[in-house]
């Protein structure tokens, strides 16, 4: 019994570590943009995003991950596992499409960068509008073009 649990312990570590290096695990913990093509999926996002006008000042955890640190880990972590059961599963939707959490994440990243430029507009958030959002009129600022 205690051999076969250590072989099946030991084909877990396997398989595991073989898919992390296999899918370039730790590049996921850098904030390189080239990381996010790792799955080609989102070749067309960062294509757009290099022509973008973002480009020369945003990466992608810039936008798309929050800055403080525990959100930062946390919402990498939660991503990283969505990502993998949904490309894994093959249940993601084509085109890709942000998720609500995420899409609050960006949203508070657009604001964080140019809350001061925008803040007449904002204000409406404080009166409980959910339709506020940069990214309902600006979806093409980040990935020119890709929507």
């Not at 649990?5 to 570590?17: D, E, N, Q």
Request: with cysteine.
């Amino acid at each position: 019994m205690k051999l076969l649990l250590a072989a099946l312990i030991g084909l877990l570590l396997g398989v595991g570590g073989y898919t992390a290096f296999y899918a370039k695990g730790t590049s996921y913990l850098s904030d390189d943009p080239r990381a996010c093509v790792n799955c080609h999926i989102m070749r067309e996002a960062f294509d757009s995003w290099q022509n973008s006008s973002h480009h020369a000042h945003a990466g992608c955890n810039d936008c798309h991950v929050p800055h403080d640190f525990l959100g930062h880990w946390g919402v990498k972590a939660l991503n990283g596992y969505h990502h993998s059961e949904a490309f894994t599963l093959q249940s993601f939707h084509e085109p890709i499409q942000i998720r609500p959490g995420n899409a609050a994440v960006l949203n508070a990243n657009c604001l964080r960068c140019h809350g001061d430029f925008v803040s007449e507009i904002t204000a409406a958030r404080v009166h409980g509008d959910p339709d506020v959002s940069c990214a309902r009129c600006h979806s093409a600022v980040g990935h020119r073009g890709h929507r």
